[in-house]
């Protein structure tokens, strides 16, 4: 029988990794890696793709054996960060009177602040329903086409329980061929004025994640591989490609949520905080119970419906450059060795380590002039980091992907010592003790938020440069570690082997029978949409007593994986089958039980508490 392989990829700060998973044993049959291609013209899309050929090539994997391929990506977070972000234009529209009179002022949204002196920009049209006329459309879509506007919104009050309105609006701005993005479509809850910041940050990255997208598409496409191309979302799912053309913002942190997924595959932990070290930046965020903890997305502090993982990132990781001064070590990060265009100290062969000599500069423009290089003999520069640090004090073994060369390490660190007029040791602990400074606040942050006691609390450690810092903050907080194995590619293991996944949320006070099913219907409908088998979807309901929301989480099977199942022998299929009626009646008597649980114990609504 011909072999089948699953192809994941993740996309870093620094490197770009690609895995290939036999899909019948689950067993690693290749890795490989290239460098994040930040500026090439095709942006991050050349490294997954890169990454994805260098591994059919290196393993002399068959296109025609791959089965799957999924990547992670970091487009949707750096447009954000970056400020690469297109112009948005706001149609709204609600009934007239009062109705219409919050809608204007909730929908007419300012400029948004992406904390880093770039913002969104935003022009916003209102339109009363009975106004709604294709002819205005079409008049105030070249009003808001005139101020610059690249990709419109269409936001209507009360649009989750009708999508008709916004469709309109829509169907007229794709006639002039502009990229839509539908509030609606976004969410189902209420909420008229976070329901349209969600699709307005969600529009303002849609060129660029198209572009993206389609370029990585394309060159899969071409390389002789013929399957649905899935990515990576921030919530731990996945969704194929075509979803997340009018979805991008679901991508965010979709990273994080590789690492974790794919270490809670290798360790069995019940409660603790993962910690994912690349070479650019760490992510901190929480496991309890055995799951990772997911939340709203806040960008630059303003509140939007879309559900990642709760993570932190933190511009300090196992590359991060540092910054001194007379009196010691000042800073560590954010700038990483990679952007600056370095060579790690420890990853430098010995033998051209000669005559090393301090140099302070700034490695990008803007960037403070006291970041460490060390000048060679021969003209090159190379850079002081983490991964340095922890290798010159033991911290990094030789099991562990960060090993270096530790005597490369201290010669080139020997001038930075006697500047300090100190030891190359104590050095090596102070760019580490600088590191942790901003890491464990972090991490007693979080435990607090989710209530972690610190005798249940473990630091689950992923990423390639993980035991640059880990071991360190753990000895320096008392705190338990693991290390899961293939730790450098996590990643891309969680994103080769994640599920579909989609989630409905929906208002429903006491909400019947048909409710329930109807919205259960409405998920599973979305999942097969983003790329699960019919018959592979299983959807999770919960409902809040106190606010009435229902929320439905499906997950699939794409048909790789439904197919594996289908190639199970006979005895084990029976007893999946048996064990899935077992769940779905389970569910089903839930679903009965629970509305007239919650009839008695929910209290009743205050009107007027949520708008559209």
Not at 65 to 79: D, G
Not at 314 to 333: C, E, F, Q, T, Y
Not at 511 to 537: L, R, Y
Request: glycine share 8%.
């Amino acid at each position: 029988m011909k072999r089948r392989v699953r192809i994941g990829i993740d996309v870093g700060g620094t490197h770009t990794k690609a895995v290939a998973i036999n899909n019948d044993t689950q067993e690693i049959i290749g890795k490989s890696s290239v460098k994040t291609t930040h500026d090439n013209e095709k942006g991050v899309a050349e490294g997954v793709v890169n990454s994805f050929l260098k591994c059919l090539k290196d393993y002399n994997i068959d296109p025609e054996e791959v089965v799957f391929v999924a990547h992670s990506t970091t487009q949707a977070t750096n447009a954000l960060l970056e400020g690469d972000v297109a112009k948005i234009g706001i149609i709204s529209t609600a009934k007239p009177g009062i109705e219409g009179w919050l809608a204007r002022i909730q929908s007419n949204l300012k400029d948004i602040d992406l904390g880093t002196g770039r913002s969104i920009h935003i022009s916003s049209r209102f339109v009363t329903q009975n106004e709604l006329k294709e002819e205005k459309i079409s008049t105030i879509i070249d009003e808001l086409l005139a101020d610059g506007m690249d990709v419109l919104v269409a936001s209507a009050a009360f649009g989750v329980d009708d999508l008709c309105l916004e469709e309109q609006i829509a169907e007229v701005g794709r006639k002039k061929g502009i990229p839509v993005t539908l509030a609606s479509e976004m969410t189902k809850l209420y909420g008229l004025s976070r329901r349209t910041r969600t699709a307005t940050i969600n529009a303002s990255i849609l060129p660029k994640m198209l572009e993206t997208a389609n370029s990585t598409e394309e060159s899969v496409r071409s390389s002789g591989v013929d399957v649905p191309l899935m990515i990576m979302r921030g919530d731990g799912g996945l969704m194929d490609v075509v979803e997340m053309k009018k979805r991008p913002v679901l991508t965010m942190l979709s990273g994080p949520a590789a690492s974790v997924m794919g270490a809670l595959m290798y360790l069995r932990t019940s409660n603790g905080i993962y910690f994912e070290v690349g070479g650019t930046s760490t992510n901190l965020g929480v496991i309890k119970n055995g799951r990772p903890v997911i939340d709203y997305s806040e960008i630059s502090g303003h509140k939007t419906y879309v559900n990642s993982l709760d993570v932190r990132v933190l511009g300090v990781a196992g590359g991060s450059m540092i910054r001194v001064n007379k009196s010691g070590v000042k800073d560590v990060g954010p700038r990483s060795a990679h952007i600056a265009g370095l060579e790690y100290a420890v990853y430098t062969p010995e033998e051209e380590i000669v005559d090393p000599k301090l140099e302070l500069y700034s490695p990008k423009e803007g960037d403070p002039a006291d970041y460490v290089a060390i000048r060679l003999a021969s003209g090159k520069c190379i850079t002081i980091t983490n991964s340095c640090a922890a290798n010159v004090l033991g911290y990094v073994t030789e099991e562990d992907f960060s090993y270096g060369n530790v005597a490369s390490a201290r010669k080139a660190m020997t001038p930075l010592a006697d500047y300090l007029n100190t030891t190359v040791e104590d050095v090596a602990r102070q760019i580490l003790s600088k590191a942790v400074e901003k890491i464990e606040p972090v991490i007693r942050s979080l435990a607090k938020k989710y209530q972690l006691e610190k005798n249940q609390m473990t630091l689950v450690g992923v990423g390639g440069g993980v035991a640059a810092l880990i071991k360190f903050a753990a000895e320096r907080m008392e705190l338990n570690y693991k290390i899961p194995e293939n730790a450098e590619v996590i990643s891309s293991i969680g994103v080769a082997l994640a599920a579909v996944q989609d989630v409905v949320e929906r208002i429903v006070p006491n909400p019947t029978k048909q409710d329930i099913q109807a919205i259960k219907q409405e998920v599973t409908d979305m999942a097969i949409e983003s790329g699960a088998t019919e018959d592979s979807v299983e959807v999770h309901i919960e409902i809040d007593p106190q606010t009435q929301k229902i929320t439905a989480r499906a997950s699939g099977s794409t048909a790789a994986q439904a197919t594996e199942v289908n190639q199970l022998p006979l005895r084990q299929r029976h007893a999946r089958l048996l064990y899935r009626i077992f769940v779905c009646r389970l569910k089903r008597f839930n679903c009965l039980i629970l509305p007239i649980i919650f009839t008695f114990m929910a209290p009743i609504p205050k009107k007027g508490m949520v708008f559209g």
